[in-house]
């Protein structure tokens, strides 16, 4: 079975300063790991995936995660976080056997303050 | 390219009434999956259908079925509906290409009274 954690309610950060959304996921074999965004009354919006390759994925919107396969992590980071910014983060998993079902993380909701 | 599309985007329903929902997917995509978004459970797999086959299963009862016509559209059904079943229904679809991303659409509300 696959799970993913993601251990933060909710993320309090200033405007200009970096971010970080943790996840942490839980998947027999190779995972595919994704980062989506959902702000209020929308549908999810896909920020970035780890597939294959470098464990520095950049995507959507100026964000980026990192892959560390030893801490099964997959963080979403943001060098300086816009008000904009402010939404809901789910970090997702599939595996590699999985046919195309996610498994979903509770959601981080992230506040960006001026 | 259009989006995802999801009709109707707002629904209320009686208990123990039956509801249709309809997802048309991103043009060329094959794969269409469906989501139940509620506040206790947060994001759950319903199913996934490629090439009109159901590929997927979540753990949802039998009440829970869909289905996927040659064109790709989706559709999924909730019969004898109960009140736990008031949630918001998310559409997916991506290439056939497993590593590829799932683009959303934005969803049907759905309130069961």
């Known amino acids: 079975a696959q799970s993913v954690a993601q251990p933060e309610d909710q993320v309090n950060v200033a405007e200009g300063n970096p971010l970080t959304v943790k996840c942490t996921y839980s998947?027999?074999?190779?995972?595919?790991l994704f980062w989506y965004v959902q702000y209020p009354n929308r549908g999810l919006q896909f920020l970035l995936k780890?597939?294959?390759?470098?464990?520095l994925v950049k995507g959507s919107y100026g964000f980026e995660a990192e892959f560390n396969k030893s801490q099964t992590s997959f963080h979403l980071k943001k060098p300086s976080a816009l008000v904009s910014d402010s939404a809901l983060y789910f970090c997702a998993v599939r595996a590699t056997g999985g046919g195309n079902k996610l498994t979903f993380g509770t959601g981080t909701q992230l506040k960006v303050e001026l | 390219k259009a989006g995802v599309t999801q009709t109707p985007r707002y629904l209320i329903k009686t208990r123990g009434q039956q509801v249709t929902l309809s997802c048309s997917p991103i043009?060329?995509?094959?794969?269409v999956s469906w989501y139940q978004q509620t506040p206790g459970q947060g994001l759950q797999f319903l199913f996934e259908?490629?090439?009109?086959?159901?590929?997927n299963k979540g753990n949802f009862p039998g009440r829970f079925s869909g289905r996927q016509f040659s064109n790709s559209r989706s559709e999924m059904n909730v019969s004898t509906l109960e009140l736990g079943d008031s949630a918001l229904y998310l559409c997916?679809?991506?290439?056939?290409?497993?590593?590829?991303?799932?683009?959303f659409g934005p969803g049907t509300r759905l309130t069961v009274t």
């Open positions: 043009s060329g995509h094959r794969s």
């Open positions: 997916a679809s991506s290439l056939a290409e497993l590593r590829n991303e799932q683009y």
């Open positions: 259908y490629f090439s009109e086959t159901q590929r």
């Open positions: 998947v027999s074999g190779n995972p595919y």
């Open positions: 780890y597939i294959t390759g470098d464990n």
